[in-house]
């Protein structure tokens, strides 16, 4: 069974820093997807960044250049490093997984078939 487990969330003031991780377990796709979503309140949940096996990336424009999503194979985790924050990164972000194509960087929730519990991030100006 497959398990995702985030860490990492809090709160800071605009323009600080966080650093998410999520912790994967029971795993075994050769070739998958893993990202991070989030979800303010009365929002859909949107995709944040996303990781391939093949090790590449893809961000959403509001993230760009702040974020970098990085993979720890030894420890199977996967990390969200979040700098220059701003009060509209303020939600719940999530981890996610998936099998999918070797080329492919799914940013759409809906395309994701394994999901965490969550972790907090709140940003004050």
């Known amino acids: 069974q497959v398990q995702l487990v985030e860490s990492g969330g809090g709160s800071v003031q605009a323009g600080g820093s966080l650093r998410l991780s999520c912790v994967s377990s029971g795993y075994t796709a050769t070739s998958y997807c893993i990202g991070w979503f989030r979800q303010a309140p009365g929002k859909e949940r949107e995709g944040v960044a996303t990781?391939?096996?093949?090790?590449?990336?893809r961000y959403a424009d509001s993230v760009k250049g702040r974020f970098t999503i990085s993979q720890d194979n030894a420890k199977n985790t996967l990390h969200l490093q979040m700098n220059s924050l701003k009060p509209e990164d303020t939600a719940m972000y999530y981890c996610?997984?998936?099998?999918?194509?070797?080329?492919?960087?799914?940013?759409?929730?809906?395309?994701?078939?394994?999901w965490g519990q969550g972790t907090q991030v709140t940003v004050s100006s």
């Open positions: 990781f391939n096996s093949n090790g590449n990336t």
């Open positions: 996610a997984a998936t099998e999918c194509a070797w080329w492919a960087l799914p940013l759409q929730a809906r395309e994701f078939k394994y």
